[in-house]
């Protein structure tokens, strides 16, 4: 069993112990311990169950590499799933729970699952899904999503109680990785004068180098480090971060970090993440290397765990692993565990080294010490249960047989050591095969390309596959200089400080132990811990054809998990090789991709929440309609009043009042938010006659023009009233939602395809308050107003005319009036400077009392618009239709030679008489159609599908008929008048409605022509 | 997130302050002209692997359009170059030239326009 050791643990301080709960048992650890080492320490070595077997785990690694030891921590708004236990730095309170299990870690109902696997295995999910669907409906799902998976999801209903932010930084050389290497590497840029940022994912910097010993500069590592980090922090030009892990590498130099600025210490206040998001000249990567697991049956069991990360827990948080060690390696560095373990007083009782010629000094230290080495060996099985009991030894180069027995009760494992490449890999870095170490590590002829062309990333020390610290030192040294250079300073040479570490034997390469092993060993020889994917599998996956490692990678779901395979992916695809008869280096690589390691969402979003999520845009009177019952609507970021509620009154009962008392009194709309676009210059005419389909250069001054606009695809995307300023000038409605895009797209053209047409276009729709006055009472108010004024613009039908408009005072405000209609009732909407929209508002308001005034919001103008037939844009129109099918055949104008869409719009489908077009549409019962309801015909499609004849655009309750209303596109609609056609709602009931015409309210007109 | 340089407001603008506006150079075909002509116009578009010339539009910034030269396969940027222009300028492909001897893209190669394809 593992316990804390008496001493050793660089990182922990005994003086201060910490309560943790873990499954709701109160546990004692240390201030420095990781939630992983804080476990071990307590004795917990099964730390979970695997994501489809259900099988106990335990701890493998001691980073972020760590796929088994996967937890959920803290409760209710504060609760997370699947944070790894190695990254989890403790503190006081933690409360962390272990995952998919029922009813407990100890006893796990699936873990049938584990006795099931010959059923289970590779493209389990891709077999199952070609059986019969009900099958899969009701057997297969239900089943595996309750069996399979990692932590619960937290509440949907619960919101994070944490805050993140964003930060911005430019930097010339970017450092990722706080170890040896990156303070050396940082060391040697900030010496040109370069600003150099460094980033290291731990709370303490230097890596591995303490915990695997070695001299730099004559110096225990740990000196070097606290005297570079000294130097470093001294440094005008250096920023230094830890617990800001780098996180991705992107285009032309672009890089984000994740810094976890309060997990280990919540109730500090402030953010809890902060994402750095980086440009950086050159970056360099010192991200150091992970170790590979070795594939023996077993592996998988708790206690069984990587050499490196065994030496990480006794040597920096005083923690053995066991009474009982075996030591299984292919290389000289997992020896320095076994020294580690040996001072510790644990018992080595064996190494077991795959090489028949055995390692180098560090070999010899061991045996020194009278620990029993074996060359030639390999580990044939760990016996299942909930941790390590028994050892089964054979010779590597065999099918397992011939075992020994050894009794332990943990095993450390080393595969060798591959560079952390990923960042390297992220934009683009091309990797090449090296056989002495056996892993891939950066091809320097093959970098990752900024905009220059020029390569932006420098990987450095053992990311670069320099592993001696002498090495590892000069190569980091080299990298930082050449990262500054290539970022534009002075070429420097700072000295590396001069490393010395043992000297190490060559490793072997060894990815199926034994070499030979039978199918039961390979059924139990784990690649990838967190997806449950074994030799096997990958095996099966090669026979049943799967050649490419991408292919095989989702087949199998190898190194598909949270973990990415950090631990899985060399050894998977060396099976592949091996399986195919291929080279390691012709299979290749799937494809890194960051993050690097799970980052939260919460950090993405930054402050992009709640409120601030998006700007929202106000009109002028916006607080008055807030005061006074406005039930808001967005219309895109605009907040417009849906309607006016009053006491007592629910959402449908003020829209019917709003409806009538405009029809019979007065009704005041907002009208801010329409767009409102200066087009103006010598050739502005000719530009609005491409851009509208109406002729517009001919417009009279001080006159109106209804205008549709079309893509250069011919369907129709905006429309609005066009009014003439002067002679070079006119003003452009568009809709609320149209208005930056419409300007966009004038510039689009101005800048791109007539540049030399002297026009220029000025968004205005924010410095004028628009108030529409609308009912059969608008005149009078605004006589009124200006009597109590003492004169103003005459606003008599002679002297403003329908479809014309009048600058002067209304009522003592400078004012322009546009005797326009989108509800067929007399109606005059009115600009006004924005400054002076809510006292014009009020001024309506008070002088309209006896004339029965009421504002209206959105869901009014709606219905008046519908009443009289008029198209909405984004109703009656989705981006697939064309004015001509909506019957606006006359504002096409004839006499144009082109406009934009003109050309479009006389494509054979365009023109095709099939085409579905606007009608009117009655409920035979008065009922109102359920929106976007499809029309079904005679007939069915080549699918066997009813055949579709035309669907409901806009759909109301109309007030003033006291009935259900509607708009929509049938195919062949307007020949069809008075014939009824059957609409199937989505609640199961069929809806008959008439087709009629679209105009259902005073339909000659004269109502707004008064 | 590439970085273009606006050659307007001279500067380098990273991708959150540009909208993408597809392929440059397209020459606009209107009423009159065949069917072929125009679905080509509308529908047709380049996807090289390797040199492209693209429309820009610095939009969270100056608001001006511009085109860029660039490699689709490296994002290597070539240059970038004022709108208001039918084809590549000289200066642009000569240095597209020298780093992508040979390269064509549509009607213009290594340089130059080639005489009428």
Same mark, same amino acid.
């Given at each position: 069993?593992?316990?804390?050791?008496?001493?050793?643990?660089?990182?922990?301080?005994?003086?201060?112990?910490?309560?943790?709960?873990?499954?709701?048992?109160?546990?004692?650890?240390?201030?420095?311990?990781?939630?992983?080492? #804080?476990?071990?320490?307590?004795?917990?070595?099964?730390?979970?169950?695997? @994501?489809?077997?259900?099988?106990?785990?335990?701890?493998?690694?001691?980073?972020?590499?760590?796929?088994?030891?996967?937890?959920?921590?803290?409760?209710?708004?504060?609760?997370?799933?699947?944070?790894?236990?190695?990254?989890?730095?403790?503190?006081?309170?933690?409360?962390?729970?272990?995952?998919?299990?029922?009813?407990?870690?100890?006893?796990?109902?699936?873990? !049938? %699952?584990?006795?099931?696997?010959?059923?289970?295995?590779?493209?389990?999910?891709?077999?199952?899904?070609?059986?019969?669907?009900?099958?899969?409906?009701?057997?297969?799902?239900?089943?595996?999503?309750?069996?399979?998976?990692?932590?619960?999801?937290?509440?949907?209903?619960?919101?994070?109680?944490?805050?993140?932010?964003?930060?911005? @930084?430019?930097?010339?050389?970017?450092?990722?990785?706080?170890?040896?290497?990156?303070?050396?590497?940082?060391?040697?840029?900030?010496?040109?004068?370069?600003?150099?940022?460094?980033?290291?994912?731990?709370? =303490?910097?230097?890596?591995?180098?303490?915990?695997?010993?070695?001299? !730099?500069?004559?110096?225990?590592?740990?000196?070097?480090?606290?005297? &570079?980090?000294?130097?470093?922090?001294?440094?005008? %030009?250096?920023?230094?971060?830890?617990?800001?892990?780098?996180?991705?590498?992107?285009?032309?130099?672009?890089?984000?970090?994740?810094?976890?600025?309060?997990?280990?210490?919540?109730?500090?206040?402030?953010? +809890?993440?902060?994402?750095?998001? !980086?440009?950086?000249?050159?970056?360099? &990567?010192?991200?150091?290397?992970?170790?590979?697991?070795?594939? @023996?049956?077993?592996?998988?069991?708790?206690?069984?765990?990587?050499?490196?990360?065994?030496?990480?827990?006794?040597?920096?948080?005083?923690?053995?692993?066991?009474?009982?060690?075996?030591?299984?390696?292919?290389?000289?560095?997992? =020896?320095?565990?076994?020294?580690?373990?040996?001072?510790?007083?644990?018992?080595?009782?064996?190494?077991?080294?795959?090489?028949?010629?055995?390692?180098?000094?560090?070999?010899?230290?061991?045996?020194?010490?009278?620990?029993?080495?074996?060359?030639?060996?390999?580990?044939?099985?760990?016996?299942?249960?909930?941790?390590?009991?028994?050892?089964?030894?054979?010779?590597?180069?065999?099918?397992?047989?011939?075992?020994?027995?050894?009794?332990?009760?943990?095993?450390?494992?080393?595969?060798?050591?591959?560079?952390?490449?990923?960042?390297?890999?992220?934009?683009?870095?091309?990797?090449?095969?090296?056989?002495?170490?056996?892993? $891939? +590590?950066?091809?320097?002829?093959?970098?990752?390309?900024?905009?220059?062309?020029?390569?932006?990333?420098?990987?450095?020390?053992?990311?670069?596959?320099?592993?001696?610290?002498?090495?590892?030192?000069?190569?980091?040294?080299?990298?930082?200089?050449?990262?500054?250079?290539?970022?534009?300073?002075?070429?420097?040479?700072?000295?590396?400080?001069?490393?010395?570490?043992?000297?190490?034997?060559?490793?072997?390469?060894?990815?199926?132990?034994?070499?030979?092993?039978?199918?039961?060993?390979?059924?139990?020889?784990?690649?990838?811990?967190?997806?449950?994917?074994?030799?096997?599998?990958?095996?099966?996956?090669?026979?049943?054809?799967?050649?490419?490692?991408?292919?095989?990678?989702?087949?199998?779901?190898?190194?598909?998990?949270?973990?990415?395979?950090?631990?899985?992916?060399?050894?998977?695809?060396?099976?592949?090789?091996?399986?195919?008869?291929?080279?390691?280096?012709?299979?290749?690589?799937?494809?890194?991709?960051?993050?690097?390691?799970?980052?939260?969402?919460?950090?993405?979003?930054?402050?992009?929440?709640?409120?601030?999520?998006?700007? !929202?845009?106000? &009109?002028?009177?916006?607080?008055?309609?807030?005061?006074?019952?406005?039930?808001?609507?967005?219309?895109?970021?605009?907040?417009?009043?849906?309607? =006016?509620?009053?006491?007592?009154?629910?959402?449908?009962?003020?829209?019917?009042?709003?409806?009538?008392?405009?029809?019979?009194?007065?009704?005041?709309?907002?009208?801010?938010?329409?767009?409102?676009?200066?087009?103006?210059?010598?050739?502005?005419?000719?530009?609005?006659?491409?851009?509208?389909?109406?002729?517009?250069?001919?417009?009279?001054?001080?006159?109106?023009?209804?205008?549709?606009?079309?893509?250069?695809?011919?369907?129709?995307?905006?429309?609005?009233?066009?009014?003439?300023?002067?002679?070079d000038t006119w003003l452009c409605h568009t809709t609320t939602g149209?208005?930056?895009?419409?300007?966009?797209?004038?510039?689009?053209?101005?800048?791109?395809?007539?540049?030399?047409?002297?026009?220029?276009?000025?968004?205005?729709?924010?410095?004028?308050?628009?108030?529409?006055?609308?009912?059969?009472?608008?005149?009078?108010?605004?006589?009124?107003?200006?009597?109590?004024?003492?004169?103003?613009?005459?606003?008599?039908?002679?002297?403003?005319?329908?479809?014309?408009?009048?600058?002067?005072?209304?009522?003592? $405000?400078?004012?322009?009036?546009?005797?326009?209609?989108?509800?067929?009732?007399?109606?005059?909407?009115?600009?006004?400077?924005?400054?002076?929209?809510?006292?014009?508002?009020?001024?309506?308001?008070?002088?309209?009392?006896?004339?029965?005034?009421?504002?209206?919001?959105?869901?009014?103008?709606?219905?008046?618009?519908?009443?009289?037939?008029?198209?909405?844009?984004?109703?009656?129109?989705?981006?697939?239709?064309?004015?001509?099918?909506?019957?606006?055949?006359?504002?096409?104008s004839k006499k144009k030679e082109d406009y934009l869409g003109k050309?479009?719009?006389?494509?054979?489908?365009?023109?095709?008489?099939?085409?579905?077009?606007?009608?009117?549409?009655?409920?035979?019962?008065?009922?109102?159609?359920?929106?976007? #309801?499809?029309?079904?015909?005679?007939?069915?499609?080549?699918?066997?599908?009813?055949?579709?004849?035309?669907?409901?655009?806009?759909?109301?309750?109309?007030?003033?008929?006291?009935?259900?209303?509607?708009?929509?596109?049938?195919?062949?609609?307007?020949?069809?008048?008075?014939?009824?056609?059957? @609409?199937?709602?989505?609640?199961?009931?069929? =809806?008959?409605?008439?087709?009629?015409?679209?105009?259902?309210?005073?339909?000659?007109?004269?109502?707004?022509?008064? | 997130?590439?970085?273009?340089?606006?050659?307007?407001?001279?500067?380098?603008?990273?991708?959150?302050?540009?909208?993408?506006?597809?392929?440059?150079?397209?020459?606009?075909?209107?009423?009159?002209?065949?069917?072929?002509?125009?679905?080509?116009?509308?529908?047709?578009?380049?996807?090289?692997?390797?040199?492209?010339?693209?429309?820009?539009?610095?939009?969270?910034?100056?608001?001006?359009?511009?085109h860029a030269a660039r490699c689709t396969m490296t994002l290597e940027?070539?240059?970038?170059?004022?709108?208001?222009?039918?084809?590549?300028?000289?200066?642009?492909?000569?240095?597209?030239?020298?780093?992508?001897?040979?390269?064509?893209?549509?009607?213009?190669?290594?340089?130059?326009?080639?005489?009428?394809?």
């Open positions: 069993m593992s316990t804390r050791l008496a001493k050793h643990g660089r990182l922990i301080d005994r003086s201060k112990q910490i309560d943790f709960t873990f499954n709701g048992k109160t546990m004692k650890g240390y201030a420095g311990d990781t939630l992983a080492s #804080a476990l071990l320490a307590n004795g917990q070595v099964m730390m979970g169950r695997s @994501f489809k077997y259900h099988r106990p785990r335990g701890v493998v690694a001691s980073g972020a590499e760590e796929p088994n030891a996967l937890m959920q921590l803290g409760t209710g708004d504060r609760y997370e799933p699947n944070q790894r236990a190695t990254t989890t730095e403790l503190f006081s309170g933690l409360q962390a729970q272990s995952q998919n299990h029922w009813p407990s870690l100890e006893f796990d109902v699936l873990s !049938i %699952n584990n006795k099931l696997s010959r059923f289970l295995t590779a493209g389990f999910y891709y077999k199952m899904f070609i059986h019969p669907r009900p099958l899969w409906k009701h057997v297969y799902e239900p089943i595996i999503r309750k069996s399979a998976g990692l932590g619960a999801a937290p509440d949907a209903e619960l919101k994070d109680a944490d805050t993140y932010e964003h930060f911005y @930084f430019f930097a010339d050389v970017l450092v990722i990785g706080g170890g040896v290497a990156g303070l050396q590497a940082a060391k040697a840029a900030a010496a040109s004068g370069a600003k150099v940022l460094v980033l290291e994912q731990n709370s =303490y910097w230097g890596g591995r180098a303490p915990v695997d010993g070695g001299t !730099i500069d004559g110096e225990a590592p740990e000196a070097w480090i606290e005297k &570079t980090l000294a130097e470093l922090r001294a440094m005008d %030009n250096v920023t230094l971060r830890d617990r800001c892990m780098g996180s991705g590498v992107y285009d032309h130099g672009y890089a984000l970090g994740y810094e976890r600025l309060t997990d280990h210490a919540p109730g500090q206040g402030g953010p +809890r993440h902060r994402l750095w998001r !980086i440009r950086a000249s050159q970056i360099v &990567t010192a991200t150091g290397a992970i170790e590979r697991p070795l594939s @023996f049956a077993g592996n998988d069991v708790p206690g069984v765990m990587l050499a490196g990360a065994m030496r990480d827990y006794v040597v920096n948080w005083g923690v053995k692993p066991g009474e009982r060690v075996v030591v299984a390696t292919n290389n000289d560095d997992a =020896y320095r565990t076994a020294l580690v373990l040996h001072d510790a007083g644990v018992e080595v009782v064996r190494v077991v080294d795959t090489r028949e010629t055995g390692g180098g000094a560090l070999m010899e230290a061991v045996r020194e010490k009278g620990i029993r080495v074996e060359l030639g060996r390999a580990i044939a099985k760990v016996k299942d249960g909930k941790s390590v009991t028994e050892v089964a030894i054979c010779a590597q180069n065999g099918e397992g047989g011939a075992r020994e027995i050894v009794q332990a009760d943990a095993v450390a494992m080393s595969g060798g050591w591959s560079p952390v490449v990923h960042l390297w890999s992220h934009c683009g870095g091309k990797l090449i095969w090296d056989e002495v170490t056996a892993s $891939f +590590r950066p091809d320097p002829e093959r970098p990752p390309l900024g905009d220059k062309g020029q390569g932006f990333v420098v990987p450095a020390g053992a990311a670069n596959g320099e592993f001696g610290l002498a090495a590892l030192l000069e190569d980091a040294a080299v990298a930082g200089a050449k990262a500054a250079e290539a970022a534009g300073f002075p070429a420097t040479t700072v000295a590396a400080a001069k490393g010395e570490s043992v000297a190490e034997a060559q490793m072997e390469a060894v990815w199926l132990m034994p070499a030979k092993a039978d199918v039961k060993l390979r059924m139990k020889s784990w690649l990838d811990y967190q997806n449950d994917v074994k030799v096997s599998d990958v095996q099966l996956a090669a026979r049943e054809g799967y050649e490419s490692v991408e292919h095989t990678k989702r087949y199998t779901t190898l190194g598909m998990a949270t973990d990415q395979g950090k631990l899985s992916n060399i050894n998977g695809l060396a099976i592949l090789a091996d399986s195919l008869n291929a080279e390691i280096p012709q299979v290749g690589t799937t494809t890194f991709r960051p993050p690097y390691h799970p980052i939260s969402l919460g950090a993405i979003a930054g402050e992009a929440r709640g409120e601030i999520f998006q700007p !929202i845009r106000k &009109t002028p009177m916006y607080d008055w309609h807030d005061r006074n019952g406005a039930d808001w609507e967005p219309v895109g970021q605009w907040r417009r009043p849906f309607a =006016y509620l009053r006491d007592g009154e629910d959402r449908h009962a003020a829209v019917n009042r709003e409806v009538k008392n405009t029809r019979e009194n007065l009704g005041l709309l907002d009208a801010s938010t329409l767009g409102k676009l200066i087009v103006k210059g010598p050739d502005a005419g000719k530009f609005l006659d491409m851009m509208y389909t109406n002729m517009m250069s001919t417009l009279k001054i001080g006159k109106c023009r209804y205008g549709l606009m079309c893509s250069e695809n011919g369907f129709l995307m905006d429309d609005g009233v066009v009014a003439r300023i002067d002679e149209g208005a930056e895009h419409i300007h966009g797209w004038m510039e689009e053209w101005l800048q791109t395809e007539w540049w030399d047409w002297k026009v220029y276009v000025a968004n205005v729709t924010e410095q004028y308050a628009q108030i529409a006055v609308v009912g059969p009472n608008a005149r009078k108010v605004l006589e009124k107003l200006n009597a109590q004024a003492g004169g103003g613009m005459d606003v008599s039908r002679e002297a403003l005319p329908f479809m014309e408009w009048r600058d002067g005072q209304i009522g003592g $405000f400078d004012a322009r009036a546009y005797r326009i209609s989108f509800s067929g009732e007399l109606s005059y909407e009115i600009a006004v400077a924005a400054s002076e929209g809510q006292a014009f508002w009020d001024a309506l308001m008070e002088a309209g009392k006896e004339f029965g005034v009421m504002p209206y919001g959105t869901e009014t103008l709606h219905i008046l618009r519908a009443e009289k037939g008029f198209i909405m844009i984004g109703d009656e129109t989705d981006g697939t239709v064309i004015p001509q099918d909506l019957g606006l055949n006359w504002a096409l050309r479009a719009q006389q494509r054979s489908h365009m023109v095709d008489p099939d085409r579905w077009q606007l009608v009117g549409l009655e409920t035979v019962d008065g009922s109102v159609l359920p929106d976007g #309801a499809y029309a079904v015909g005679e007939g069915v499609n080549a699918n066997g599908q009813r055949n579709m004849i035309g669907r409901v655009t806009s759909t109301y309750h109309s007030a003033t008929l006291g009935r259900g209303i509607a708009m929509g596109l049938v195919k062949h609609g307007p020949k069809r008048m008075g014939e009824v056609i059957e @609409f199937p709602g989505t609640d199961g009931k069929t =809806y008959k409605a008439k087709i009629v015409d679209p105009v259902f309210y005073d339909k000659e007109g004269e109502k707004q022509n008064v | 997130m590439l970085i273009l340089e606006c050659p307007y407001c001279g500067v380098k603008a990273e991708e959150t302050e540009l909208a993408a506006g597809g392929e440059a150079h397209l020459k606009r075909y209107g009423p009159g002209s065949s069917d072929d002509e125009f679905h080509d116009y509308l529908f047709m578009r380049e996807n090289p692997k390797g040199v492209h010339f693209e429309r820009w539009r610095h939009a969270n910034g100056c608001g001006k359009w511009f940027v070539f240059g970038t170059y004022p709108a208001q222009t039918t084809e590549p300028p000289q200066e642009i492909c000569d240095k597209i030239t020298a780093k992508r001897p040979g390269w064509s893209w549509r009607e213009f190669s290594d340089g130059r326009k080639s005489s009428a394809a």
